[in-house]
Structures are given as C-alpha cells and as structure tokens.
C-alpha cells in the first residue's frame, strides 16, 4: 500500500519561511519522480515543482527564486523550501507521484 504523508505547513507572515516535507512508502522512491502540487479555494490544482529520478528540477515561474525542491532517497522522502512567501502562496500543498499516487495535503496560509 502507497501512503505519501505531508507535514510542515502552517500559518506564516508575508516573507516568511516553511519547509514541507513528504515521506513516501510502499513504492521504491527512488525510481520515481516527485512533484509537489498546490489547490487553493476555487481554484484549480496546479504543479508547483517537480524533481525528476535524476535530481532534475522545474518550477511554475510565479514561484522560481522562491522555492526548492529536494530529495533524500535514503529518507523516501520529498521536500520543498519555500521562502518569500506571499499571501498568494496560500493553498493546501500535495505531495504527488506523477500519473500514480496523492497524498492528502497539508495547509499553508500566508497571511499578517
């Protein structure tokens, strides 16, 4: 059985930092890409970050320069750092396996 488990969000200030964290089970990580995704209310889900097998990175632009996507393979586990925020980073942020696996979100809220 496939569990993605994110931690790390929270409520945080306009320039603010947060470092999510996915940890991923019953799946060899590190054949797999990762992604992180983001939702807010009403709106649609959008790709934030991915990270390829090979340590490979993209980003959506209104986040380059802010966030990083990383990796520990020894950890299963995926992270993004996100600093600068804006309150326009407010969503619930996914952990994704690409075209397979989702894990249930954690929320970060960007507000003064």
């Known amino acids: 059985q496939v569990q993605l488990v994110e931690s790390g969000g929270g409520l945080v200030q306009p320039g603010g930092s947060l470092n999510l964290s996915c940890v991923v089970s019953?799946?060899?990580?590190?054949?797999?890409?990762m992604a992180w995704y983001r939702q807010a209310p009403g709106k649609q889900r959008e790709l934030v970050a991915l990270?390829?097998?090979?340590?490979?990175?993209e980003y959506t632009d209104s986040v380059k320069g802010r966030f990083t996507i990383s990796r520990d393979n020894t950890k299963n586990t995926v992270y993004l750092q996100m600093n600068n925020l804006k309150p326009e980073d407010t969503a619930a942020y996914y952990c994704?396996?690409?075209?397979?696996?989702w894990g249930l979100g954690t929320q970060v809220t960007v507000s003064s």
């Open positions: 990270i390829t097998r090979t340590d490979s990175t």
């Open positions: 994704h396996v690409p075209g397979l696996y």
């Open positions: 019953g799946l060899i990580f590190s054949m797999y890409g």
